[in-house]
């Protein structure tokens, strides 16, 4: 029975993540083959920041969107900043990379679980905001900022966007990567 149980789990598992996977191909502004590129690209940067010993892992995230990687996060050293920028640099496919890394600031008001707050009523308001897919755009915060990554539909899309991130109190600036669709 407990097999059986193991079984119908797994399968259920399955089912809700090709689930997921379908729904965000069917909303994202990009076609199916660029949004597995892309995220083989992305695991492929995150897979060498783990192997790597300068780059803290937890520390740098990184984002493809239409073979352009985005690498947001904080770093201790100017090695670990370098070095995260060239093992991104160096997978075949990316056509480029845009950093936005802040150095560790020590005596920082602003900790983890300020940005992961701030970061959490950005994509609440996106989300609440019917004229934009907010699926599409994900939230980063890193001291106290917020990074909006991803591709949208519209200029009109991304104003408001940025403007739901200068809402949020205590936000010290948003910048904004968001691109608008080709399509």
Request: with cysteine.
């Amino acid at each position: 029975m407990e097999k059986l149980f193991r079984l119908f789990a797994a399968l259920l598992l399955l089912v809700a993540m090709s689930g997921c996977t379908v729904y965000s191909a069917a909303v994202d502004e990009r076609n199916v083959k660029t949004i597995a590129s892309d995220t083989k690209l992305k695991l492929t940067i995150e897979k060498r920041f783990i192997e790597d010993d300068t780059v803290k892992a937890l520390d740098i995230s990184a984002f493809v969107y239409d073979g352009q990687a985005y690498l947001t996060g904080e770093y201790a050293t100017g090695a670990e900043k370098r070095q995260a920028i060239k093992l991104a640099e160096g997978v075949a496919g990316v056509k480029s990379v845009t950093a936005y890394l802040l150095a560790k600031q020590k005596g920082d008001f602003c900790g983890t679980t300020d940005n992961v707050a701030m970061a959490s009523k950005v994509k609440t308001a996106l989300i609440k905001d019917k004229d934009i897919w907010a699926t599409n755009i994900n939230v980063e915060a890193v001291q106290c900022h917020i990074v909006l990554l991803g591709i949208v539909g519209s200029r009109a899309q991304v104003g408001k966007a940025v403007a739901h991130a200068k809402a949020v109190e205590g936000v010290r600036g948003v910048t904004s990567y968001l691109k608008v669709s080709g399509r």
